[in-house]
């Protein structure tokens, strides 16, 4: 059993309540399914494709389960960087100092152009729905067609995807089921009145201090999926937020439109993703 002990700069002491790994089964099998109407847009106004990722796993027997899944979702960029021109000419990406150029950086800026990388660029994606399931109907079965990701269609070639599985805790499943139903669902007249998110954490020196934080332990079981995209079909979701637009060559200045190198970052790296095919 583990337990969070940390205390504040200001003097108060917080403690966790104890949490147990659990043991975790393996993922069986993974695949995904191209489907049409997948996502809903930010804006509520129309459905958007992507490629749905399941596995299939085999329960623990005679035994409550709870379990969580997350996923790491890798793409290769094609553009890396994007600059706006203005309204008094064109300004774009200089390879010199290694960032969008403006001569005149009060003026308006206007069409923007999209610069290549230079070399290998992969784009982060992670996870954020909260996914947790409890074997009550299942106990003992093989669960198939869990479904774990939902994978924009951003490019013709395919995408690399890591899946997480874990068991956790009862105490832990009813916390993220509270924050699923909160964060998940669209709200109406016959929904459950939202509860408190109250976490496993309590602060020790003053005990009204109600802290929503919560600390688990996991035995984590992983397994990468390749999307292929040969069955995706239809628009492509923006990967940059906007159709991708590129300096067009000049025939006074060879040196353009010049490359922009991967920055990694939080969200983008230049290395190679492990299983990228």
Request: overall charge neutral; charged content about 20%.
């Amino acid at each position: 059993k583990y337990v969070l002990k940390f205390t504040l700069p200001n003097g108060n002491q917080y403690e966790s309540s104890p949490e147990q790994i659990i043991a975790t089964p393996p993922i069986l099998k993974t695949y995904d399914k191209f489907n049409g109407k997948s996502r809903l847009s930010e804006d509520g106004k129309a459905f958007l494709s992507a490629n749905e990722v399941y596995l299939d796993f085999q329960d623990t027997p005679n035994q409550k389960n709870y379990y969580l899944w997350r996923y790491t979702h890798y793409e290769r960029l094609i553009h890396c960087i994007t600059c706006y021109r203005t309204n008094v000419g064109t300004f774009g990406y200089d390879a010199r100092k290694g960032s969008c150029a403006y001569l005149f950086p009060n003026y308006i800026r206007i069409p923007y152009y999209d610069y290549q990388c230079d070399g290998e660029c992969y784009s982060i994606f992670r996870g954020k729905e909260v996914n947790v399931m409890s074997d009550v109907v299942s106990d003992g079965q093989v669960v198939t067609g869990r479904q774990v990701a939902k994978v924009p269609y951003y490019y013709p070639f395919g995408c690399l995807v890591e899946i997480q599985q874990m068991s956790i805790s009862a105490a832990t499943y009813s916390f993220y089921k509270i924050l699923e139903s909160q964060s998940q669902t669209n709200g109406g007249l016959a929904d459950t009145p939202p509860a408190a998110i109250i976490g496993n954490v309590r602060n020790l020196t003053n005990p009204e201090e109600r802290v929503a934080g919560y600390f688990s332990v996991a035995e984590i079981k992983s397994k990468k999926h390749w999307v292929k995209r040969t069955d995706s079909s239809g628009d492509f979701d923006l990967i940059l937020g906007h159709a991708a637009f590129e300096e067009a060559p000049s025939a006074l200045d060879i040196t353009r439109p010049p490359k922009a190198p991967c920055q990694p970052s939080a969200t983008r790296t230049n290395v190679k993703p492990v299983g990228w095919q």
